[in-house]
């Protein structure tokens, strides 16, 4: 029914750059919120950035400046720009619809590595 499937993930230096994305089907996007969560080995799924339905977004601390979030609701689509990586933000990165009382829905996630 719902799917969401993110891609983009990989392999790169402290101080690059690499963009998610994270297709949907089985839902119309643009009336959710969106947001991208990720986690990282032993430790806990943390927000990374949300976007409300209105083009609100809010990210977490460790990632602001850095990241941005969009949507392209044409597209049915959710990205992630990742700007300046450092180690630490190497983890899975999943992609979130939350549909209020109906729960939410995630991706199946993609790795990013970020070592020199």
């Known amino acids: 029914q719902v799917q969401l499937v993110e891609s983009g993930g990989g392999l790169v230096q402290p101080g690059g750059s690499l963009r998610l994305s994270c297709a949907a089907s089985g839902i119309i996007f643009s009336v959710y919120p969106l947001g991208w969560y990720r986690q990282a080995p032993g430790k806990q799924r943390e927000l990374v950035a949300v976007?409300?339905?209105?083009?609100?977004?809010n990210y977490g601390d460790l990632v602001k400046g850095r990241f941005t979030i969009s949507r392209d609701n044409a597209q049915n689509t959710v990205s992630l720009q990742m700007n300046s990586l450092k180690p630490e933000d190497t983890a899975v990165y999943y992609c979130?619809?939350?549909?209020?009382?109906?729960?939410?829905?995630w991706g199946q996630g993609t790795q990013v590595t970020v070592s020199s």
């Open positions: 979130n619809v939350n549909l209020g009382l109906r729960g939410e829905y």
């Open positions: 976007i409300t339905r209105r083009g609100y977004t």
